[in-house]
């Protein structure tokens, strides 16, 4: 790998990481288009130094809303509000994709790459996504119940599989149980971080960062970092007064070009 392909590498991580199109596809079919080699890199090194770059974005962009969201669990535990609390909630949504990854990551890997079930778990998402917009009404983040906050969490883990987004299918499931689309973009990443950090302390615990291609692993988490910062912050912002629809629409079109390109 050269030091441009691992821009671009950070680049696809980051901006996919956070919209809602599927990193997983993405990082399947760029290193085919491109014909990128990974032989000078240790792939599990990598991939944990670009999580960590998005785990930096999400930290920066989210670091005002945590600290509200802080400030405000403390005084709802003094005043003995704790189904209010939305740090139980992201808690008890993260235990599903936590269980999950530890049980079953392994076998996704394996048996779950296919570019047929890529193409499928695209359009599907893609669908979920567009009937999501048809049904959202306006339920506040306050209002979602720790029921709630498991079914996203059940999304979450879902998202295993490649194809499917964390981000699109907890976004998806937040709307459909009636969250309004700003609200539900916010707890889909604030519940990510927990995630996205157990992955990175998981995954990087057998990491070693020394010889020659420690400078491509510092490129792309600077990659990852910087792309991945300037999308979660256009997300944010374009999903307050958009809709989902253009993301649908890009994926039923990255399912049809995986397709072409499996034939």
């Not at 979920?128 to 498991?150: G, H, I, P, Q, S």
């Not at 420690?214 to 990852?224: D, Q």
């Not at 979660?232 to 399912?255: E, N």
Request: charged share 15%; with cysteine.
């Amino acid at each position: 790998m050269t030091t441009v392909q691992s821009v671009i590498m950070g680049a696809v991580q980051g901006v996919t990481e956070f919209l809602p199109i599927s990193s997983s596809a993405h990082l399947v079919v760029i290193p085919w288009i491109f014909h990128m080699d990974e032989g000078n890199i240790h792939k599990l090194t990598y991939d944990v130094v670009l999580h960590f770059g998005t785990l930096l974005s999400l930290l920066v962009v989210y670091a005002g809303r945590f600290a509200a969201i802080c400030r405000d669990d403390l005084r709802r535990v003094r005043e003995g509000a704790l189904g209010r609390c939305v740090l139980l909630k992201i808690a008890v949504g993260t235990i599903p994709a936590g269980v999950a990854g530890l049980l079953l990551k392994d076998i996704i890997e394996a048996r779950l790459r296919a570019p047929y079930i890529v193409v499928f778990t695209l359009i599907a998402v893609s669908l979920l996504m567009l009937l999501a917009e048809r049904m959202c009404t306006n339920r506040k983040e306050e209002d979602v119940t720790f029921r709630f906050a498991l079914a996203i969490g059940i999304a979450q883990a879902i998202a295993l599989v490649p194809g499917i987004s964390r981000s699109g299918i907890t976004i998806t499931a937040a709307m459909l149980l009636g969250m309004k689309r700003s609200d539900a973009v916010d707890f889909s990443f604030l519940l990510s971080i927990p995630i996205v950090l157990g992955v990175s302390l998981y995954e990087g615990r057998h990491v070693s960062f020394g010889g020659s291609e420690s400078f491509l692993y510092l490129v792309g988490v600077l990659s990852a970092f910087v792309f991945g910062t300037v999308s979660l912050k256009f997300l944010v912002g374009y999903l307050r007064k958009h809709s989902l629809d253009v993301f649908a629409y890009y994926r039923i079109g990255l399912a049809a070009l995986i397709a072409f390109l499996s034939l």
